[in-house]
């Protein structure tokens, strides 16, 4: 019989974090010990945050699923990916169609209308309109309809019996250092929604959430930096908490808990500038690959020349849909090099890193790898070395006892 699910998605902890550092962890390293673990978990192609997210919810590779990056190509540019450009069902829609109660506590890359009880996530208005974008974008309808969504009467009323705040942190978000306090305690904030949802007398079935500051600390601070333990520890609280409030009302033993990134982390030495290296391309950086969309043929053989001074090399397009084969192509930088574009006046063709932990690296490349950790009545003892990002919807989908027939990959371990 088939029990209920949580899915915490932990922002950017790679395989090899979690390995070395896992003593930090105590939660996570308990659904460890208890339950199931996914040593290597390959990242989605490539390896930046909506392309995971996507690949968790869908089972879909990127050609199939539409995301590819976390600015995909429109045909004139490239823009945000949003909820709407998911081309397959995803699990939460399924499970809601199946007849399970849904609820999506701030996890990017759904449409609230998959779920019966929906919060956006924190990021979303920062998303629309970035801060740090050089030109600030116009908002995405997808991303509006998200963000405005209201979670409505039972998420309030499982949040006054719990006693915690409905609403998220009113915190000066006008500064760096404001933003990712803002981000910190929301993220914390979402945790205790989860557990207090969890553990009302009308749980769903199937709650899924995520953790996000692991991910913008490791990029500011850098790969294993005390602050990236620090913040990885917080996320291991967050689920913790979940934990606590589940042990509280009687029903932990009824769960269970999927706790993974969406892509690994690892340590960058420099970064290069595609807006000085071919000035004018039209291009997309995300962590170690660059996309490409060239006006010509010539402009393409130019790029390419261009960046080969650097050691950069075409990487095959096939996380590409098909349809935008012959305009969108996929470079990646040598090992520990990324690039970016993020300040607007750069001169120079090289620096040192404004992240100077990333991840988006050549597809195959370990630091790209995640961990991922299973523990509840469904799941098995055991561990295995690794396992591929399409695995993840059908390894949930039977937790939730769902159909997986159509599923192209098996799941990560037999239910039981
Ligand atoms: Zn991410």
């Avoid at 914390?188 to 600390?217: K, N, Q, R």
């Avoid at 930088?333 to 690296?361: K, W, Y």
């Avoid at 159909?403 to 799941?411: C, E, G, K, N």
């Amino acid at each position: 019989m088939a029990n209920k699910l949580i899915v915490l998605m932990v922002d950017g902890v790679s395989a090899e974090h979690y390995a070395l550092d896992h003593g930090r962890f105590p939660h996570f390293a308990a659904l460890e010990k208890h339950g199931f673990r996914v040593e290597r978990l390959k990242s989605e192609v490539l390896g930046t945050s909506l392309p995971g997210r996507t690949s968790m919810l869908t089972g879909a590779t990127a050609d199939i699923s539409g995301v590819y990056a976390n600015k995909i190509w429109d045909g004139e540019r490239f823009r945000y990916a949003n909820p709407d450009d998911v081309r397959v069902p995803t699990l939460p829609a399924r499970a809601k169609e199946a007849g399970l109660d849904v609820a999506i506590l701030g996890f990017g890359m759904i449409q609230p209308e998959s779920a019966s009880l929906f919060h956006a996530p924190w990021w979303t208005g920062a998303f629309i309109q970035r801060a740090r974008d050089a030109a600030p974008e116009p908002a995405e309808a997808a991303w509006l309809r998200v963000a405005t969504h209201q979670p409505g009467e039972r998420f309030a009323a499982a949040c006054a019996a719990a006693g915690i705040p409905s609403e998220f942190p009113k915190i000066d978000a006008a500064t760096p250092e404001g933003r990712m306090l803002y981000g910190i305690v929301a993220d914390h904030m979402i945790a205790d929604w989860v557990g207090a949802v969890a553990a009302s007398e009308d749980a769903p079935d199937l709650i899924m959430a995520e953790f996000l500051s692991t991910d913008s600390i490791q990029h500011a601070s850098g790969y294993r930096h005390d602050l990236s333990h620090w913040i990885t520890a917080q996320a291991d609280l967050a689920l913790g908490k979940i934990m606590q409030r589940l042990r509280l009302a009687g029903t932990l033993d009824q769960w269970n808990f999927a706790v993974m990134s969406d892509h690994g982390h690892s340590a960058v030495t420099q970064s290069l500038h595609p807006s000085v290296i071919v000035p004018g391309v039209r291009t997309q950086c995300e962590g170690g690959s660059l996309l490409v969309a060239p006006r010509t043929p010539e402009e393409l053989a130019h790029v390419t020349e261009q960046l080969a001074a650097y050691g950069v090399e075409p990487y095959p397009n096939t996380c590409i849909p098909p349809e935008y084969r012959e305009q969108v192509f996929v470079f990646v930088a040598p090992d520990g090099i990324s690039f970016e574009d993020d300040n607007p006046n750069e001169t120079e063709t090289t620096g040192a890193p404004g992240s100077p932990s990333t991840h988006g690296m050549k597809p195959g490349m370990p630091g790209d790898d995640r961990y991922a950790l299973f523990m509840g009545p469904n799941v098995p003892t055991g561990a295995i070395a690794s396992g591929t990002a399409t695995q993840v919807a059908p390894t949930l989908a039977a937790l939730l006892g769902l159909d997986i027939s159509h599923y192209a990959a098996a799941p990560l371990f037999m239910t039981r």
